[in-house]
């Protein structure tokens, strides 16, 4: 995969360091010079340095954003991370896009506008990894019965019906040996009913056979 990160602090060269274990392309972008100098001699693998503000389009084109697999903020700065994301998912539409928060309270604004948004340094790092096998299907347990797990979906924006009035859970076409039990929202988390409705932002919690991840991903992706 090709991973651009926006932020070369603590968190983004954390990150930058795993991804590039792993064998991925990655490119940061920093703000601040000495950061940045001193990531371009201490990072090993195939990656890129922009000296530049994640926030700002031209630095994102010349991190070579429109062939970007996900793009992560990672700043200490929520608006900054969200005004990055906002940039890389509306003008240059990269499938992915993950902020880090630090401020829980600000969860509920990434999810509104569709944003992936994790607190945890090491989730971020597992989920783009998971992406790599499952889609954006993300592992949360496997049961202790046959080839069954326990997934969380991240909803993302729909395509064909409206993010505003959202989508019920009993329209969702998924495949068979598959099932969705329960939505969590920014504020809660409630078991399905005939009457839940899911929203861009929102994580479906999915009971399904290993065998049809695939197509439960593809079901969520149509939307």
Partial sequence: ??????????????LATVFLRSGNDVAVIEKNLETADRLAVSLQGR?????????DSQFQEDAGIREADVFVATSGQDDANLVS????????SVPRCIARVNNPKNMRIFREVGIESV?????????????ALLGS???????????VQLSEIAVPRFKAHSNEEGVFVADILLPDHS??????????????????????GDTAIVVAD????????AAFKAL
Avoid: W
């Fill in 1 to 14: 995969m090709y991973i651009v990160i926006a932020g070369g602090g603590k968190v983004g060269e954390y």
């Fill in 47 to 55: 990656y890129l340095i922009i000296h530049g503000d994640g926030c």
């Fill in 85 to 92: 994301c906002e940039i890389a998912q509306q003008v240059f």
């Fill in 119 to 131: 607190s945890s340094t090491t989730l971020i790092a597992n989920l783009i990894q998971e992406e």
């Fill in 137 to 147: 299907v993300s592992i949360v347990s496997t049961l202790n019965h046959g080839n």
């Fill in 179 to 200: 099932i969705i039990v329960a939505v969590s929202t920014a504020d809660d988390m409630e078991v399905v009913s005939p009457d839940t409705l899911l929203f861009p």
């Fill in 210 to 217: 290993r065998a049809v991840l695939d197509q439960v991903r």
